[in-house]
C-alpha cells in the first residue's frame, strides 16, 4: 500500500506565496511521474504541474513563471512553490505519483488535498 499525504496549504492573499509539500511512503519501488493537480469548486480536476523522475517538468499555461514544482527522490517528496497567487487559484490542490510498488505493480496514487484559499 502506497500513501501520499500533502501538507502546507492555507490563507493567503493575493501575491503571496504558499509552498505545498506530498511525501509518498509505503511500499514503494520507484516513483515515475510526481505531480499536483487541483479541483475549484464547481470545477473538474486540473492539471498544475508534473516532474518526471529525471526533473522534466510541465506546468498548466495558468501557472508559468508563478509556479515551480521539484521534488527529493531520495526523500519521495515532491514541492510545488507559488508565488504571485492569485483568487483564481483557489482549489483544493491534489498530488498525484505513478508508482512502481515492491511487488512490480505500477498505479497512481492521490492524495487526500490540501485546499488553498487565496483572498483578494
Known amino acids: 500500500q502506497v500513501r501520499l499525504v500533502e501538507s502546507g496549504g492555507g490563507v493567503v492573499q493575493a501575491g503571496g506565496s504558499l509552498r505545498l509539500s506530498c511525501a509518498a511512503s509505503?511500499?514503494?519501488?520507484?516513483?515515475?511521474?510526481m505531480g499536483w493537480y487541483r479541483q475549484a469548486a464547481g470545477n473538474q480536476r486540473e492539471l498544475v504541474a508534473t516532474?518526471?523522475?529525471?526533473?522534466?517538468?510541465n506546468y498548466a499555461d495558468s501557472v508559468k513563471g508563478r509556479f515551480t514544482i521539484s521534488r527529493d527522490n531520495a526523500r519521495n517528496t515532491v514541492y510545488l512553490q507559488m508565488n504571485s497567487l492569485k483568487p483564481e487559484d483557489t482549489a483544493v490542490y491534489y498530488c498525484?505519483?505513478?508508482?512502481?510498488?515492491?511487488?512490480?505493480?505500477?498505479?497512481?496514487?492521490w492524495g487526500r488535498g490540501t485546499l488553498v484559499t487565496v483572498s483578494s
Open positions: 498525484n505519483a505513478h508508482v512502481v510498488t515492491r511487488n512490480f505493480d505500477a498505479m497512481d496514487y
Open positions: 509505503g511500499s514503494i519501488f520507484s516513483i515515475n511521474t
Open positions: 516532474i518526471q523522475s529525471g526533473g522534466t517538468t
